[in-house]
């Protein structure tokens, strides 16, 4: 009798045995508030926000199932989704954030496939204002260069390595998914990110293929001019190219309450449709359009709920089209309140001036291209300047779970 009742209490906690080498996690952000944009055209305009400093909102599942020998099988299906509607985020896309399923393994790192971000963008992305205070309208022009992931890659298989005295690695590749021709659409990134103490730098490659034209859900993106959609709006035709490359490099020096930051960009877009579909005279077939933006930021902690940040970032531009360097300053204020692990407040100010050569159309009266203007667009706020100058101001909350 006494064997048959251990046999039994045996059996029974089996399944918490096997539960305990697997889980699914549930978690999300929630992240609502208010925005004012000036200079709209039709004077200012006041609009619901969905975007914090930490991210915009976002529901997703996360597991991992133990394997043996240190293994374990992991997936993330993550949502973004519009929490003034309810609408789906990333152009409707129901796991447009992120849906991937792989193998991990402490001693040889971790491969994925799926829908996944860039490395540039997991390491690099790491130091600049827009993804620490600044919320995504304060990131480099139009998110030209991927830091706030804007573009999320389709059909990507990558590599993240094991951290080795503090260093790690990354590598991403996406098949194109065209018929016929294996580099439409292709994905190749590659990133480093080194952290000793209180330094912390990185430094990233992304090569993709025809960017903002359709590969039917199944190449690196998932529709034209869609990865960059509400970044840009008077400036979105410059990634209908024929590919974009960008090299990203960052770092970072934390020193008593205070963090110091850097980061560079170097974005290309060659042969840009920009110039030929706003009718500007003699674009002949496309344009290289080049863009560098460099930013210094700082934060100070002033209390452990109260986090204050200033950030300049300076975006030179330059076409082969008539050899034009536009170029637009940005500066970003920023501070979030705690008032628990989970739920902080934030306020953010952005304010940019467009100067240089103006590359943005000046339209006749039969709707004809007459020439061109330095106007001002604040990435993500989907209103573009009436003149060379543009404020931002954006408050609310953000809770996770």
């Not at 620490?132 to 030209?144: E, I, K, P, R």
């Not at 573009?151 to 990507?156: F, G, L, S």
Request: hydrophobic residues 35%; contains cysteine; charged residues 10%.
């Amino acid at each position: 009798m006494k064997k048959r009742c251990i046999c039994a209490a045996i059996l029974s906690a089996l399944p918490a045995l096997a539960a305990a080498q697997s889980s699914v996690t549930l978690y999300g952000r929630l992240v609502a508030g208010v925005t004012y944009v000036n200079n709209t055209g039709s004077g200012h305009v006041v609009e619901g926000d969905t975007c914090g400093p930490p991210s915009c909102n976002l529901w997703g599942l996360k597991g991992n199932e133990d394997l043996g020998g240190g293994t374990a099988a992991i997936f993330t299906l993550e949502n973004g989704y519009n929490i003034q509607n309810g609408r789906l985020g990333q152009g409707g896309v129901m796991f447009g954030r992120q849906a991937f399923v792989g193998l991990s393994n402490p001693q040889w790192g971790t491969v994925t496939l799926g829908r996944q971000y860039d490395p540039p963008s997991e390491t690099v992305g790491y130091f600049p204002s827009s993804n620490n205070f600044a919320t995504g309208y304060g990131s480099h022009f139009g998110d030209l260069d991927n830091l706030n992931q804007s573009i999320r890659i389709n059909n990507a298989i990558k590599y993240v390595s094991p951290t080795w005295d503090g260093l790690h690695v990354e590598g991403l590749y996406s098949f194109g998914g065209v018929a016929g021709s294996m580099s439409t659409n292709q994905v190749w990134s590659l990133a480093g990110m080194y952290t000793h103490g209180p330094v912390s730098v990185a430094v990233g490659y992304l090569d993709i293929r025809d960017p903002a034209t359709s590969a039917n859900g199944t190449g690196g993106v998932y529709a034209s001019n869609g990865n960059y959609v509400g970044s840009l709006s008077n400036y979105v035709a410059l990634q209908d190219a024929k590919s974009m490359k960008s090299f990203t490099a960052g770092g970072s020096y934390a020193i008593g309450h205070a963090t110091l930051a850097l980061n560079y960009a170097h974005t290309e877009l060659d042969q840009s449709q920009y110039f030929v579909a706003n009718g500007f005279a003699n674009a002949g077939s496309g344009s290289d359009f080049r863009m560098d933006s460099y930013e210094a930021s700082a934060t100070w902690q002033f209390t452990p709920a109260l986090l204050v940040g200033a950030a300049y970032i300076y975006n030179a531009g330059k076409a082969d089209y008539q050899d034009l360097k536009p170029d637009f300053q940005q500066v970003n204020l920023g501070m979030t309140y705690s008032l628990s692990k989970r739920t902080s407040l934030y306020g953010v100010a952005i304010f940019q001036k467009a100067g240089g050569d103006g590359i943005a159309p000046v339209f006749g009266a039969n709707g004809a291209t007459v020439g061109r203007a330095a106007i001002a667009e604040i990435p993500g706020a989907g209103f573009d300047s009436s003149s060379s100058k543009q404020v931002l101001v954006t408050v609310g909350m953000y809770h996770s779970f």
